[in-house]
């Protein structure tokens, strides 16, 4: 029984030596970082005074205030407060991280109590929550290095939120496939993810082609804007005029944020909707078409204007500008106008043209003006190759047939004036003729007998 007792004793004795003891010794240089001394945590304190801003948000730079205090006995020498940053704190570019306050002095004394600040930098894509900031505090007691690591609680707060920050169209012209582009842009403090854009007309006067109105996008980071385009389409006779699209978006928010789980994950994930509206003008400019008609034989030459676009065109004008193969004769004008041209109508335009050179086919430049259905002016460049020369051969043969008959016809009418004339001349004639011999005839018989 006596050596019963014995062993258990001895056991308890081995067992009470092989424990470490409160103020642990630092015997190498990798040891001293990673053990945490109970003995330099019972007397010293370390606590965070404040922090700047609080909450601090994604992007930020965070300044906190440190206070670290000796509480026990004996003086601390050589302390050193050390942050190494992990995700979401990061170092600055000029700011140190390892602050050396030499000694802190024992309980009661002036110098026992030192506050220490820091600056670090916030990451931008990080989720709303506490995150750990680990300070480590290095001392010197009897000639030992001791360490102490501690951590605190930062709180980040991350607002989520989103625009439509560009439409790439104002106008739309009926029966012209048009690519409209929406911009969105992430104005927040946190990523946007899973987010879903969708858009509608009124009335479906605008109709997606070949793709739905919806397009989803898997992230937008911080400040960044994506675009989603659609292939868009309206009919050939709409009527011209502003038209609303309402648009939505929907993306995964983050609110009220509880746990970071191990694997990094959020959780109390829920779905943001912002709905926006913009107003697409359906309408606007058309298209024109110039051909060359005839030349008359004076330099006219004549084109025909068609509008041969979706639109009607008001106080229509025609004009050539100055250039080099054809020029103005002098005194008449460089512009015709035309008046209104509903699409589909056509006109005529004569100028009076010069080339610089003859027999060659030149192009010709034209501006076309009009004021669109939307009220704006609008100018179409227009050119065609025009072949120069004195006549065309349609208007020579026109010029000799018609110089033929003219002559024809006035032969004829001289021939006619001269036959009658010779008809009315011999009738006179005759008449005086009769009338003389009437009065002849009348002269006898007064002279046969005098009593009549």
Known sequence: ?????TGFICLLLLFFFCVPPALAEDTSEDESTSNISSGLDEGLTLDLLNQDPDPVEPGDVLEIRLSIQNT????????????????????????????????LG??????????????LGI???????TYPLKVYVYATKDDSRLTLTKDFDIEL???????????????????????????????????????????????????????????????IDIGDTENVSFQVLTNVNTKPGLYKLDMVLTYDDVEELQTITEAGTV?????????????????????????????SPTGAYTFTVSNIGNNAANSVKISVPSQANWTVAGGSSNSVVLGNLQKG????????????????ELPIKFEISYTSNDGIRQTVERELPLYSSSFTPSAESDESEGGNSSSLMYIG?????????????????????????QEDELNKIKFDDPDK
């Open 157 to 219: 707060d991350s607002e989520s939120n989103a625009e439509i920050e560009y439409i790439s169209v104002e106008k739309i012209v009926p029966g012209q496939k048009t690519n409209l582009v929406f911009g969105i842009k992430n104005v927040g403090n946190s990523p946007l993810k899973n987010a879903m854009f969708s858009w509608d007309c009124t009335n479906d006067v605008i109709l997606p082609v070949g793709s739905s109105n919806v397009k989803h996008i898997n992230l």
């Open 267 to 295: 959780e109390n994930q829920k779905r943001k909707e912002i709905t926006s509206k913009a107003g697409v003008y359906v309408g606007g400019t058309t298209d024109f078409d110039i051909a060359f008609m005839e030349r």
């Open 1 to 5: 029984m006596g050596f019963k007792l």
């Open 72 to 103: 026990g006995y004996e003086d601390l020498e050589n302390c050193v407060l050390e942050i190494k940053p992990e995700y979401p704190f990061k170092a600055l570019a000029g700011e140190t991280l390892v602050k050396d306050i030499g000694t």
């Open 413 to 437: 009418l001289l021939i006619l004036v001269c036959v009658a004339g010779a008809v009315i001349y011999k009738k006179r004639q005759k008449q005086i003729q009769m009338k003389n011999a």
């Open 106 to 119: 024992k309980r009661y004394a002036d110098n026992r109590q030192k506050v220490v600040k820091f600056k």
């Open 123 to 129: 990451e931008n894509n990080v989720n709303e929550g």
């Open 345 to 360: 109508d056509n006109t005529i335009a004569d100028f009076d043209l010069k080339p610089v050179a003859m027999n060659k």
